[in-house]
């Protein structure tokens, strides 16, 4: 009973990771620009969340909840600026630039905490950061299972996703551009603001996913390590989802199942009794990414713009 506890816990928990990251992708791509660089805004966000639980110990309770939130919210926006004046300002090849700002977040994010060691011990040259008494304040604790505040969280983001998407003008316009940028800005929409709009908050949930992957299981986190192909595999979840908000928290769901029990399987006997390497177990996410993307994306319906630089020129 204790096993399958265990393994409701982290399927939750890394279904939020994948839900949050993969409607940060959504936004961006509604608006017509493909956000490669979720990678990277993931570690960038969980840098910021980790900043704050390492210099401000001090808070407690919901406050600092929603201080790690905010910092890895801000850095996220900050780091999908790059992506941004990039893609919809100097209309750069958005593949590229994702590609290069995933490589860039981890080498910087890496550079930065091991400044921040070194300069209170020389002697410290790592790149991680601890946080074992500020995690508690994310958790929850019922019997065995942890509910992580974050799990909640998640659901209350997808849900506003899909109200803001397809219940107020910001939505509609925002997927209008993503659709056909020349007929959006024919009757006045800002094209440029609203592809701003979407990599923006795309950056901010990003962030907020990545602060959510270094809290799940554990109470530091080594940065030169990124996340684990987590931005890609919520790319996939996205992708899996239709772009579409409630099919996205399904496909999280499914995903972040076979994530957890890469970390639980130790815990069934019938798995235990194949001889499996560990490993394969946590591979299970990936290749059931490649499997079901292989037969599922020629059915996947990108918003037609996708991924086309916008010039308010033509026509």
């Known amino acids: 009973m204790t096993t399958i506890l265990l393994l409701l816990q982290y399927t939750l928990i890394f279904a939020s990771v994948l839900s949050l990251v993969a409607l940060g992708g959504c936004y961006s ?160 929409i800002d094209v440029y603001k609203m592809r701003w709009s979407g990599v923006l908050i795309s950056g901010m949930l990003g962030g907020l996913g990545g602060l959510v992957y270094i809290l799940a299981g554990v109470s530091e986190w080594k940065f030169e390590n990124g996340v684990a192909g987590f931005g890609f595999l919520a790319m996939a979840v996205m992708i899996f989802g239709q772009y579409k908000p409630l099919r996205i928290g399904v496909s999280a769901l499914l995903f972040g199942f076979f994530r957890a029990l890469g970390s639980v399987y130790t815990g069934f006997d019938f798995l235990v009794a194949l001889q499996l390497p560990s490993t394969v177990y946590n591979m299970l996410p990936y290749i059931v990414c490649l499997v079901i993307l292989a037969f599922t994306s020629k059915n996947s319906h990108a918003p037609k713009a996708d991924g086309i630089p916008y010039d308010k020129s033509s026509r």
């Open 29 to 188: 791509e509604h608006s017509g620009v493909i956000n490669i660089g979720l990678e990277g805004i993931m570690v960038m966000g969980a840098l910021g969340g980790a900043l704050v639980m390492r210099f401000f110990p001090q808070l407690t309770g919901m406050t600092m909840v929603f201080a790690a939130m905010l910092g890895a919210m801000i850095f996220g926006v900050i780091y999908s600026v790059l992506l941004a004046f990039s893609a919809v300002n100097l209309q750069a090849d958005q593949t590229i630039v994702g590609t290069a700002m995933n490589m860039l977040g981890l080498a910087l994010a890496t550079v930065i905490v091991k400044a921040i060691n070194m300069a209170e011990n020389p002697n410290n040259v790592s790149s991680t950061m601890v946080y074992v008494n500020q995690k508690k304040n994310f958790i929850i604790r019922f019997g065995a299972f942890e509910f992580n505040w974050f799990m909640l969280i998640a659901v209350i983001i997808l849900i506003i996703a899909f109200i803001v998407l397809y219940k107020t003008k910001f939505g509609l316009r925002l997927q209008a551009c993503g659709e056909h940028p020349q007929a959006a800005a024919s009757v006045g």
